[in-house]
Each structure stands twice: as structure tokens, then as C-alpha cells.
């Protein structure tokens, strides 16, 4: 799974990756989370803990084209 959009402390993501991991029952997969901002090691140390693997793009440039062009090399 690909989250982008969403902040790991966000109460709607919680409920979203909680019900996920409930429905999968063991069977989850690493996630990934796009950033683009430095990220913090509690906050690294969390996505770590909920096995969500952080893809950090440089914070300078064009955003949507750094990810779309990430997007398109992943087909």
C-alpha cells in the first residue's frame, strides 16, 4: 500500500491502516509513505513499528512531478 496524502498521527489514517491490518489478519505487506520534508526520528520510528518504509524525495523542486515521475519508473 501507498500512502500519500496523509500524516502517520492523523486519526482518520490510524483508523484506515487499523481496520487494513484487522481485515488482513497477519497477511499485511510493507507499506510505503512518500515524503518530501525531512522526517523525524519518532515519527521515523513509528512508520518503522507499523512496517511502513518511507520514500523521501528531495524537498526542493517541482513536487508533483518529482512524485509522478517516481510513479511512472514503479510500472
Known amino acids: 500500500m501507498l500512502y500519500l ?4 498521527d492523523d486519526p482518520h489514517f490510524n ?8 481485515r488482513l489478519d ?5 507499506g510505503y509513505a512518500a515524503m518530501f520534508d525531512p522526517v523525524p526520528d519518532a515519527a521515523r520510528a513509528e ?4 512496517n511502513i518504509e518511507i520514500v523521501l ?15 511512472h519508473s514503479l510500472q
Open 5 to 8: 496524502g496523509w500524516s502517520h
Open 15 to 22: 483508523l484506515v491502516h487499523g481496520q487494513l491490518l484487522t
Open 26 to 30: 497477519g497477511f499485511a505487506r510493507r
Open 47 to 50: 512508520l518503522e513499528r507499523r
Open 57 to 71: 524525495f528531495p524537498g526542493d523542486g517541482d513536487r508533483t512531478r518529482l512524485l509522478a515521475d517516481w510513479l
